[in-house]
């Protein structure tokens, strides 16, 4: 079974950095693309970043372009979100997802909260 398992949440002051991580299992890593979706209370889940299976492209919302940056370590089965310069409204629940090239077939991580607060 396709896994994930996201890490490195927690709460941050405006202006600073957090660095997510999401570890995969059950599936070929190389096969598949990575995305960064988020959801805050009362709003639909949002995509964030996602970068293609060879980690050729990436592409993020215009609310963090220039804020925050996704990669991805196959050798570690793990996909990364660096967020600096984070923003009060970039507080939400992070969820990793993966699906296989050339498909609409999504597994989810089970998300976890991010915070930005004075």
């Known amino acids: 079974q396709v896994q994930l398992m996201e890490s490195g949440g927690g709460s941050v002051q405006p202006g600073g950095s957090l660095r997510l991580s999401c570890v995969g299992s059950?599936?070929?890593?190389?096969?598949?693309?990575l995305s960064w979706y988020r959801q805050a209370p009362g709003k639909e889940r949002e995509l964030v970043a996602t970068?293609?299976?060879?980690?050729?492209?990436?592409r993020y919302a215009d609310s963090v372009q220039g804020r925050f940056t996704i990669s991805r370590a196959d050798y570690e089965n793990t996909v990364y979100l660096q967020m600096n310069n984070l923003k009060f409204e970039d507080t939400a629940v992070y969820y990793c997802?993966?699906?296989?090239?050339?498909?609409?077939?999504?597994?989810w991580g089970q998300g976890i909260q991010v915070t930005v607060s004075s």
């Open positions: 970068i293609t299976s060879n980690g050729g492209r990436t």
């Open positions: 059950g599936f070929t890593f190389n096969e598949y693309a």
């Open positions: 997802c993966a699906n296989p090239k050339y498909s609409e077939r999504y597994t």
